[in-house]
């Protein structure tokens, strides 16, 4: 009778344990419906490839109208539902080929990514701004992906006049949820209009767009109480985002992430401030995050 009751009260003990367990999985998934992949890791987030397989479909710029067309690349599953989505530019005189190695770098971690070509290849930031917009546009309303992404949930990056044309949409576009310059030219230096996250990216040794004219007044103008941050990159050049770099990917997807997708799981690789070392010259920013 005894040995009975003890067992009676070690599966009620499990029971009640198991259902604590999915409660508090349930209230973890609807406190964020939009976490995609597993916890990140530092391995995880400088992986050339993240959990999901990746797909990619053309967009012609006979098709589109206000940009000059590009490629999408997305996770090939549906079985997580939507994804965040974020439209990407090149610079001066390149087309999207520059910037390309973003597009499955970030979408096998749970992002549609449209690198996108511009109209000509001399278009200025404001031009290359309201042409990042076009692409997200076309992204939400009228693509074959469009009912993978979640239109609410949107960014923009850009290297150089694309990332001076990514403060351009910012400030047009109060509502999206980050904005990443990689390296970006602009002849506005201030931008205290912005209100969406943003994650300057500079390098140490560019000479074309010199930190201490371009990245850091960018970053010193923006608001106070607006989640934003400074990476310097060391040992770098301006032309540093047309390659594959592990620095680059892994802080503008924890951006992306921590405020695309609301995930603060990825906090830990932002706040505590990263220190200086082998690729980083500096690393500025406000800690916590608010947003």
Request: aromatic residues 8%.
């Amino acid at each position: 009778m005894r040995t009975r009751l003890i067992r009676t009260g070690l599966a009620t003990l499990l029971a009640v344990g198991g259902l604590v367990t999915s409660q508090s999985v349930a209230a973890r998934a609807a406190d964020n419906p939009y976490e995609r992949g597993p916890a990140p890791t530092q391995s995880s987030i400088e992986a050339a490839r993240g959990p999901y397989a990746v797909s990619r479909t053309t967009v012609s710029a006979l098709s589109v109208s206000g940009f000059g067309g590009g490629t999408i690349y997305y996770p090939t599953s549906t079985a997580d539902g939507t994804f965040g989505a974020v439209a990407i530019s090149p610079g001066y005189t390149a087309s999207q080929s520059s910037i390309a190695w973003l597009g499955p770098r970030l979408a096998s971690q749970g992002f549609v990514v449209f690198t996108i070509d511009t109209t000509t290849t001399l278009d200025q930031p404001d031009s290359r701004g309201r042409q990042l917009l076009a692409a997200l546009d076309h992204l939400t309303q009228r693509s074959a992906v469009r009912g993978r992404v979640d239109a609410n949930r949107l960014g923009v990056m850009g290297h150089s006049m694309g990332g001076g044309g990514t403060l351009e949409a910012a400030k047009s576009r109060p509502s999206l949820r980050a904005a990443i310059p990689l390296t970006g030219w602009n002849l506005d230096k201030s931008w205290p209009e912005l209100r969406t996250p943003t994650l300057v990216v500079g390098a140490d040794g560019d000479t074309v767009a010199p930190v201490a004219t371009h990245s850091e007044p960018f970053y010193e103008s923006l608001p106070g109480t607006l989640d934003k941050a400074y990476l310097e990159l060391n040992g770098a050049t301006h032309f540093t985002p047309n390659s594959s770099d592990t620095t680059i990917a892994k802080y503008s997807l924890s951006w992306l992430k921590r405020f695309v997708d609301d995930d603060t799981r990825y906090e830990q690789f932002l706040c505590p401030l990263p220190r200086p070392g082998l690729t980083i010259e500096e690393y500025r920013g406000n800690c916590p995050h608010g947003s």
